[in-house]
């Protein structure tokens, strides 16, 4: 199967610049049998509430952009969107083809501030056979492997908006290499790594204000892994292609975890940044969505007036 991974430029801003910008990407691609987007790309990625006058409305705009890029290009797609469901905002990712949307995924741990968190599946059933999706930090996470490791898989997908020190680059590619190896030695399958390049944006908590001091950006570094993999040389620099062999296989191996996570981290960071960061912004979260849900309601009965 002939893969590629599109790295979008994050700072392209509108639902409709964005697909225009992707779709012209999309046709320079040569022959693509599956297209894979990062996370957010629809939208781009943003970790403030400001994102979300981008949200679709279960997912029905991004459905049907996906199914029209699929008949046209005969692909298959994987995208990334802001979903705003029954009044909650949901980080998800989708897979279509001609026939139809094949499924879709939600983030579990999305960044808490912004988005509807929760203990939501990571697989997706295709004619390619099902698809394991880990989107961001999820795919650090032993929740991923835990949803995925009884499954015959035939591909996964680590789908990203992640920003990281661009001074330490050998760093980031050690990580990424280390983390995407360990899922295709335990399944035998390919591991798609696709992240989008851009500044980072506001993002509230002590991380966020970590991260802007250091200059922390998103990277790019898309990759895609196999052991039956041959590299394609792209024509366009936003795109990284291999022909990788598909087939459906169980798990030949176990990958261990620290704690919940897959490579070992900083404690300190996790229990008096991370923990602290992630508890304040489900309460903002949770404060900026009564009030969007009430600013609704005033409106509607202003209608009726």
């Known amino acids: 199967m002939r893969i590629f991974a599109l790295e979008l430029d994050n700072e392209i801003k509108g639902i409709d610049k964005r697909k225009e910008y ?32 981008y949200a679709d409305h279960q997912g029905a705009d991004t459905a049907e952009w996906a199914m029209k890029m699929a008949q046209k290009y005969d692909t298959y797609i ?58 961001c930090f999820d795919s650090r996470r032993k929740h991923f492997y835990e949803n995925v490791k009884d499954k015959p898989l035939s591909l996964i997908l680590f789908p990203h908006g992640c ?17 995407c190896m360990m899922y295709v030695h335990a399944f035998g399958v ?22 802007e001091r250091a200059g922390f950006r998103m990277n790019g570094m898309s990759k895609i892994y196999g052991l039956e993999l041959n590299e394609i040389q792209s024509t366009i620099p936003e795109a990284v292609a291999a022909d ?21 981290g900083n404690w300190l960071f996790k229990q008096f940044i991370l923990k602290p960061d992630t508890e304040a912004g489900i309460k903002l979260y949770n404060a900026g969505v009564a009030q969007k849900r009430s600013d609704g309601l005033n409106l509607r009965n202003q209608e009726r007036l």
């Not at 390919?190 to 991260?211: A, H, T």
């Not at 062999?245 to 070992?264: A, M, N, S």
């Open 163 to 179: 920003p990281a020190d661009p001074k330490k680059p050998e760093k980031e590619h050690r990580e990424n290499d280390q983390r």
């Open 244 to 264: 990788v062999g598909i087939h459906p296989g169980q798990r030949v191996k176990d990958i261990r975890f620290h704690g919940e996570d897959i490579l070992p």
């Open 190 to 211: 390919p591991v798609v790594y696709v992240n989008s390049v851009g500044k980072l944006e506001y993002m509230p908590g002590m991380m966020g204000r970590m991260m």
């Open 78 to 135: 994987g995208v990334g969107y802001l979903d705003q469901d029954e009044g909650d905002y949901y980080n998800r990712y989708l897979i279509a083809g001609k026939e139809g949307v094949c499924g879709v995924v939600s983030k579990s741990e999305g960044e808490s501030a912004v988005f509807k968190r929760g203990d939501f599946g990571s697989t997706i059933s295709t004619p390619l056979g099902t698809v394991g999706v880990g989107i």
């Open 22 to 53: 992707i779709e012209r990407l999309i046709g320079k691609l040569e022959k693509p049998e599956l297209i894979v987007l990062p996370e957010l790309a629809l939208c781009s990625y943003m970790a403030s509430q400001e994102i979300w006058k």
